[in-house]
């Protein structure tokens, strides 16, 4: 459980270290600018639907043809939303989150 934990994008944006994230999948980097802190685990999974296309036809990391990252979209939500307190305070402490 601890292993699937640390793929959660919540997880991943908590406390970024230097207040800044690496977002890709299979190798092709996001559009994404920043993300902000609230919702940030949900915005870190949607900016990896925006970002460079792929055309490669044989996804290694999915189930059954399902990405890994689409499936933690909804769990990181519900995640984001409990730790709505601390990130709207980090929010207004730190600002947003660089990317990439």
Known sequence: MVLQLYGCGTIQTLSPKDGHVEISYLGKRS??????????????????????????????????????????????FISDTLLIPYTGFMQYKKGKISVN
């Open 31 to 76: 559009y994404c600018k920043n993300i902000p802190r609230i919702y940030s685990g949900t915005s870190l999974q949607l900016c990896k639907l925006y970002g460079q296309p792929n055309y490669d036809t044989t996804l290694d990391q999915n189930v059954t043809g399902v990405p890994y990252f689409i499936i933690d979209i909804p769990l990181s």
